[in-house]
């Protein structure tokens, strides 16, 4: 029978297996980021509708694809659609000593149009670092994300670079190209033809072959830096030379989000389809923290999209589901108390168990045994208890209620 209800369009629920990497994957971040000295932030997963909307009014994710409404008490309030708007106002609301290094892993929310890769309910692990314009930094930033992959098993990643520039370049360069592709305004795709003067950088980007070919001579902004966002620039790709991080200069890459300067990079999943292929992105944002209101104080982070990694995990066949999900599981043939004793004391004892319910038969007990993963059965009948492994061949060895913990810890060693 179809079900009267399911997930809401472009969202999902993750069962088991599955789920068990989700996990896997936010302990392997958790390690990774704490190893740099990263802490855990735990943050609401709604704000302020404005909190978003300082981000930059021209992009997708505060233009159209907010999950935005007024609450029962009047205020309006948008869930999350990305995790470093809520970081600088946490940042803000909290005074925390810079340089501030926070972690983060959640679900993230943007009314998309839904498709393979793309979902309106997303999750992400993420870092950002808050109070430093540090070069060094932008290449802990990177170079972290990097481990991380490789630590997963991914090898078929590129590393998308490029700087954005500053309050110094990025302005008259943003007016020269304006002016260049507004003379050019036909030849646009219908998309970007009316709108050059939202974000014209954003042009740059399209992968139309009309806007690709009407931006082909366009002035680069890698070619218009200032002397400070140069040398910054310099410096960073000097460190990921250092650390043997191998990336590819990109001078369109732009990012869906308007707040980056300077350092702005992208790790693309060659193994994914092309349009889905983001692992994940970020970059600097030196000027939020003065948009949310607070002094003028530089920032860089990033977001890895879990789901987007997994696809990457599974085409290239890393990174596998965990199958030994338990250690032991106890059949009972005799009325269920043993079972239920059993599998508490194991518990207490720090073993994974896990028994059958409804008084089943010993059959399909077994069945559930071998079905749940776990390398031990421990049988429970008329004639006593007996343990057996259930991974390979191996006959049922006799223990008794006193002996089982010993005897399993024994076994598990
Ligand atoms: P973003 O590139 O918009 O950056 O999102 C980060 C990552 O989340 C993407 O690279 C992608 O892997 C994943 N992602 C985004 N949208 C979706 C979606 N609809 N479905 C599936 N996966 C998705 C940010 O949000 C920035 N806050 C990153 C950052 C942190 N920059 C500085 N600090």
Excluded at 222 to 233: K, R
Excluded at 389 to 409: C, F
Aim: aromatic fraction near 8%; glycine fraction near 8%.
């Amino acid at each position: 029978m179809a079900p009267r209800y399911t997930a809401p369009k472009g969202t999902f629920d993750v069962l088991g297996p599955r789920s068990a990497r989700y996990a896997a994957l936010v302990a392997r971040f958790a390690d990774h980021a704490a190893r740099s000295g990263y802490d855990l932030l735990v943050q609401p997963m709604f704000e302020d509708v404005e909190v978003f909307q300082r981000m930059g009014a021209s992009t997708d994710v505060v233009r159209k694809e907010m999950y935005d409404f007024e609450d029962k008490g009047g205020r309006h309030v948008a869930l999350r659609p990305e995790g470093t708007a809520s970081a600088v106002r946490a940042y803000l609301e909290h005074h925390p000593t810079p340089p501030w290094k926070i972690w983060y892993a959640g679900p993230k929310f943007r009314y998309e149009r839904p498709q393979k890769g793309r979902y309106r309910q997303h999750h992400e692990v993420g870092i950002e670092a808050i109070g430093t314009a540090d070069p060094d930094l932008d290449v802990e930033v990177i170079a972290l994300a990097s481990a991380f992959y490789a630590d997963l098993g991914l090898r078929r990643l590129t590393l998308r670079l490029t700087s954005l520039g500053d309050s110094v370049c990025r302005p008259p360069y943003r007016q020269a190209l304006h002016e260049y592709l507004s003379a050019r305004r036909d030849e646009l795709c219908a998309e970007h033809a009316d709108r050059v003067g939202d974000n014209p950088l954003r042009i740059l980007d399209c992968k139309r072959d009309a806007c690709i070919a009407a931006a082909e001579a366009a002035p680069r902004l890698l070619d218009n830096l200032c002397e400070d966002c140069d040398a910054h620039f310099t410096r960073v790709r000097a460190g990921l030379d250092a650390a043997g991080i191998a990336y590819d200069i990109d001078r369109s890459l732009v990012r869906g989000l308007d707040y980056y300067t300077r350092t702005t990079f992208e790790f693309a999943a060659l193994a994914l389809d092309a349009a889905q292929n983001a692992a994940g992105g970020g970059g600097r944002y030196d000027g939020l923290v003065e948009e949310l209101g607070g002094p003028v104080t530089p920032g860089i982070g990033f977001g890895l999209g879990i789901e987007r990694i997994l696809d990457a995990c599974d085409a290239e066949g890393v990174f596998p589901e965990p199958t030994d999900r338990l250690d032991v599981f106890v059949i009972d043939t005799t009325g269920g108390a043993a079972a239920r004793d059993a599998t508490l004391l194991l518990r207490a004892a720090g073993v994974r168990a896990d028994r059958s319910f409804d008084g089943r038969s010993w059959k399909a007990q077994m069945k559930e045994a071998q079905r749940s993963g776990a390398r031990f059965a421990v049988s429970i009948d008329a004639d006593g208890m007996t343990v057996r492994t259930l991974t390979e061949k191996g006959e049922p060895q006799p223990v008794t209620a006193v002996t089982l913990v010993d005897s399993i810890l024994e076994r598990l060693q």
